[in-house]
């Protein structure tokens, strides 16, 4: 199993530009999740999905979208980027929606100008 | 609504003495929790979770953190450290829905 895989690995976006981080899973997981990840803030939930087709919002969905069409794939896309979404983004899955570890991929480091 | 405080940001051990990372929790749900550690240009590796069962949990790389519901604390501990120790953790508690909430994270530092 590969996992999860997150790409690209690094991206410099100019700001109002629009772009889709990619992620995805080979262990039939349930639940996907987006965060970002900023100095001495942790990590911050995006957006969520607890299966295919079902799409949820965390605690900073703002300026984000999402869709999950299957169980393996789940597409952060930025609608119009700002400095403000410079950040590292992290993916992360788990077999079910409720108390399971989450498994997370490598990350995306984005600086947006 | 749930939430947990990592009480410090950095620490510094030296290699083969013990290790403590403190989290407090908050939450109106049984909680689970979690620790997570994250290695310079990783992505987190789960250490181990509390998910109701036994207060005292083990984890990989000789990691253990003890639930303590009176004082609402989840604190990591680590009887000597190594240098491969040297890495960011986290805390983590889910409860009552579908998201995770993450701490601001520890950095540990291990001297020689």
């Known amino acids: 199993n590969a996992g999860v895989t997150q790409t690209p690995k690094f991206q410099v976006l100019k700001t109002g530009q629009s772009m889709t981080l990619q992620c995805a899973q080979d262990m039939n997981h349930e639940y996907m999740s987006w965060y970002r990840q900023d100095p001495g803030m942790g990590l911050r939930l995006i957006h969520y999905s607890v299966g295919a087709g079902i799409t949820d919002q965390g605690e900073v969905p703002n300026g984000y979208n999402v869709s999950r069409s299957t169980t393996e794939d789940f597409p952060l896309r930025l609608l119009s980027a700002a400095p403000s979404q410079t950040s590292v983004y992290f993916c992360?899955?788990?077999?079910?929606?409720?108390?399971?570890?989450?498994?997370f991929g490598p990350g995306t480091r984005l600086t947006v100008l | 609504a749930q939430s947990v405080t990592q009480l410090d940001s950095h620490v510094s051990v030296s290699e083969g003495t013990p290790v403590l990372l403190r989290c407090n929790y908050s939450?109106?749900?049984?909680?689970?929790l979690f620790w997570y550690v994250q290695h310079p240009n990783k992505g987190l590796q789960l250490l181990l979770k509390?998910?109701?069962?036994?207060?005292l949990v083990k984890g990989i790389n000789g990691f253990e953190a003890e639930f303590k519901k009176s004082e609402t604390s989840f604190h990591l501990t680590k009887p000597s450290a190594h240098m491969s120790d040297a890495a960011e953790y986290f805390c983590a508690i889910k409860g009552g829905g579908f998201k995770t909430i993450f701490g601001a994270g520890t950095r540990l530092f291990v001297k020689a």
């Open positions: 992360a899955s788990s077999l079910l929606a409720g108390n399971d570890e989450q498994f």
């Open positions: 509390y998910t109701s069962a036994a207060t």
């Open positions: 939450s109106s749900y049984s909680p689970s």
